[in-house]
């Protein structure tokens, strides 16, 4: 009888042909399923083949069962990783916080700190006693290569959706320039327009505290506010109006507004291969887990469903013929009784490996220590002190 190293492609898929222990197993598997099924009192119609092929299959589903723990366990650390070329199997990765950086990326953007999306910087052309302008038609790139364009018609083919209005450049002349300091309009006009810093004419300089500096500006601006036409926007639509109406030549000129166009989880603004890297289950890379690396429970659950897929197959070829006539009698067949035993045998196991792999994802086994380290302290609690002279905390 050829044995699994002599027999040509003795499995489907030849996962495990290779495998000098997964072959030595494989001999051993036909005589411990044919005794199983009482071979040696009744021919069990099962070729080694056939049984070789349940062995495979077995192997290869004790490796779903152990990558599904590993995926729900390590998923986050791996996404975005490129997966072309890896092979996780049997690694223990580090853990990493780029999966909860990453889903705060939108935070980060919407506070002006970073994201993952640019801003463009636009102007308006502001006129003489208009107040309304039309941001999707009017207003324009204020610089680079496409300065001067239509900052809707350059956005790209697909993302031409509402833009998010970030910020309006339109402010109120600082109090602290006007009336704070007690300089000319020479010194305020070259400390706002050329950062030089504002003094006054003389050479005697008054120190008084910071606060009323503070209180004196905010004063001053609440004053202005109210007494004058406050300067404010607001955007209904597509329309940004402004406040006051410009009527002065020192009102009119460019208005700047710096606006977000639409954004697409797969188009940020920087170039990112993490975009086709691995992107969950199906894409993380896990291969079959080596026979020769699996111990000896493994191995004895492989044995168990390599015993149930052969009941089942062994019942699924009896079950072709109820009955097989003989002399004076019929031979009653039990495909039934196998094929339901069978089908049983590998529920349990399935359900039994279930179980024992749940409680030992990461999460569970964190439990497990925490629960561990609070009842040791519990225990602590009532060590006597040798003497008074031991300190014990908890």
């Known amino acids: 009888m050829t044995s699994f190293s002599q027999t040509i492609s003795p499995t489907p898929f030849g996962f495990f042909d290779s495998?000098?222990?997964?072959?030595?197993?494989?001999?051993?598997?036909?005589t411990f399923v044919k005794r199983k099924l009482g071979d040696d009192?009744?021919?069990?119609?099962?070729?080694?083949?056939?049984?070789?092929?349940?062995?495979e299959e077995s192997c290869c589903e004790y490796s779903r069962f152990i990558?599904?723990?590993k995926i729900t366990s390590e998923m986050t650390n791996v996404l975005g990783l490129p997966k072309d070329g890896q092979d996780f199997t049997n690694k223990y990765s580090q853990s990493s916080l780029d999966f909860l950086i990453r889903k705060a990326e939108p935070y980060a953007?919407?506070?002006f700190v970073g994201g993952s999306y640019n801003a463009t910087l636009g102007y308006l052309d502001m006129e003489s006693n208009r107040q309304d302008y039309d941001l999707y038609e009017e207003l324009k790139i204020a610089s680079g290569s496409n300065a001067g364009s239509s900052v809707f018609d350059m956005l790209p083919t697909g993302s031409k959706g509402k833009m998010k209005i970030v910020e309006v450049f339109h402010f109120e002349p600082l109090a602290a320039q006007s009336f704070l300091l007690n300089a000319s309009n020479v010194t305020n006009f070259l400390a706002t327009n050329f950062n030089y810093e504002s003094y006054v004419n003389?050479?005697?300089?008054?120190?008084?505290?910071?606060?009323?500096?503070?209180?004196?500006?905010?004063?001053l601006e609440s004053a202005s506010r109210v007494r004058r036409s406050n300067y404010s926007y607001e955007v209904l639509g597509t329309k940004l109006r402004i406040y006051p109406i410009p009527v002065s030549s020192?009102?009119?000129?460019?208005?700047?507004?710096?606006?977000?166009?639409?954004?697409?989880?797969?188009?940020?603004?920087?170039?990112?291969?993490?975009?086709s890297g691995i992107s969950g289950p199906s894409t993380f890379p896990l291969g079959n887990i080596p026979f020769t690396s699996i111990n000896q429970p493994g191995r004895q659950w492989i044995r168990q469903y390599t015993l149930a897929l052969c009941k089942e197959l062994l019942g699924l070829i009896r079950s072709k013929f109820q009955t097989i006539p003989i002399p004076n009698a019929d031979l009653q067949l039990n495909g039934e009784a196998l094929l339901t035993q069978g089908r049983e045998d590998k529920e349990k196991l399935a359900i039994q490996m279930k179980e024992f792999l749940a409680n030992l994802t990461h999460q569970k086994l964190m439990e497990a220590d925490a629960l561990a380290a609070e009842n040791l302290q519990k225990q602590l609690r009532y060590i006597p002190m040798p003497l008074g002279k031991s300190v014990i905390i908890g």
């Open 41 to 55: 009192v009744l021919s069990v119609e099962l070729t080694r083949k056939e049984i070789w092929a349940c062995f």
């Open 109 to 111: 953007n919407e506070s």
């Open 67 to 69: 990558h599904e723990t």
């Open 250 to 275: 020192l009102q009119v000129g460019r208005l700047y507004v710096k606006v977000m166009p639409p954004k697409s989880p797969y188009n940020p603004a920087y170039t990112d291969d993490s975009l």
């Open 19 to 30: 495998d000098v222990i997964f072959q030595s197993e494989a001999n051993a598997m036909v």
């Open 202 to 219: 003389s050479t005697v300089f008054y120190v008084l505290p910071i606060f009323e500096d503070v209180l004196r500006r905010g004063m």
